[in-house]
């Protein structure tokens, strides 16, 4: 199972207004304890692991994200095997590719470099079954993403799924020229390629699962995982969609259930009230504690699909952009572009022969990096 989230502000804490009084709500449980450990990922039956450990934040909380660093965190199984994970990053704890035995239980064991002692029960091995389909289709609102999964064994019942979006992004012309010790020079020529196309990745935000258990057979058909609303970025160019897909239990449902409840459908007084939300990780030291997370063993089924802008007409994404003319005067290039909040592209001649003006527009248009993409062009584009 896998919360895609790193910036967890515990849902049980969601703040709420009583009908008599208004007095803010938070609970008990965010008072006694500044902060909880997070624990997020899923143990990969077949492939690599990652566990991430942080610590949650409150509503009022602006701080950046603690991340749970210098751990000790290892996988047990009943045949006292231990397999160690290495931090590979601040608060991330993997584990090369392990096929683990699926007739054993296994259980994640978590000690803090303060010396808290965190354990989950002990979990079997599920099966996830392959995405039978991953497809799209236009629709009035923009286009969905769709999955298709079934069991032939009407073993699995319970499913979850996340996804990494990338898309790619384009200026809406080159930067030719730069303004730099207070004069227009010629902007370098690799960079001006480099930055008029870059690729944007975002994790999927929402909790998506699906049951079966109400049907005559385990299958999942036609189940929406994302919807991409008219005019985005997303397709403005090309875009892409990696979906991951677990089988789950029944126990681990039914929290992600609550959490989605409390996560996003608490949006008034007259919703859900807060859940206590209790995962399968327990704190030894002291079993009051919280802690947020639900592990699961499993196999985690990939499938990627790729949209092209020219694939679904009038699709009409179009950047607001600011066409700039700037007089060439030394005041007035300074006041335009100095701060680089917007870029030079070319330049205009009077009669003369000399430069009169300079055509510019903001960085947005002319940037891809200001719209938060990467030069870096991913590997499987």
Known sequence: ?????????????????????????????????????????TINQGGQTSILLSRSLKLSDKSVVQMEKGAKVQVEGTN???????????????????????????????????????????????????????????????????????????????YQWDYTETWEQRSVEFSDYIYKNAKIQDRDPVEKVKIFTCWKEEPSK?????????LSSDFVD???LALIPNRSERLGVRYSVLVRQYAISRAAFEYLT??????????????????????????????????????????IIQKRIFINNNQVPNWNFSLTCN????????????????????????YNV???????????????????RTRGGSI?????W
């Not at 870096?376 to 499987?380: H, I």
């Open 206 to 214: 929402n909790i998506l699962i699906s049951s079966t258990t109400k």
């Open 258 to 299: 609550l959490m989605k409840r409390n996560s996003e459908q608490m949006g008034s007084i007259f919703d859900n009230q807060p859940s206590d939300i209790i995962g399968n990780i327990k704190c030894i030291n002291n079993p009051n504690e919280r802690v947020i997370g639900f592990i699961t063993i499993s196999q």
């Open 323 to 346: 066409p700039l003319v700037i007089r060439n005067h030394k005041d007035s290039l300074q006041a335009a572009f100095l701060t680089g909040s917007n870029l030079i592209t070319t």
């Open 80 to 158: 006292n095997t231990i397999l160690a994970l290495t931090e590979s990053a601040a608060g991330v704890y993997t584990l090369p590719s392990t096929t683990f035995n699926s007739n054993l239980q296994y259980r994640l064991r978590i000690k803090t470099i303060g010396g808290k002692e965190y354990l989950s029960e002990l979990m079997s091995v599920l099966a996830t079954p392959s995405i039978d389909s991953l497809n799209w289709r236009r629709e009035r609102d923009g286009v969905g993403i769709y999955v298709d999964a079934h069991d032939k064994n009407n073993n699995t019942k319970y």
């Open 1 to 41: 199972m896998k919360i895609r989230t790193i910036k967890i502000i515990i849902f049980i804490s969601t703040l709420l207004f009583s009908l008599s009084c208004k007095k803010p709500f938070e609970h008990d449980a965010i008072s006694d304890s500044p902060t909880l450990l997070v624990v997020e990922g």
């Open 350 to 368: 009077s009669l003369s022969g000399a430069i009169e003006s300079y055509n510019g527009n903001s960085a947005l248009c002319l940037d891809c």
């Open 376 to 380: 870096v062009k991913p590997l499987f």
């Open 222 to 224: 036609n189940f929406q």
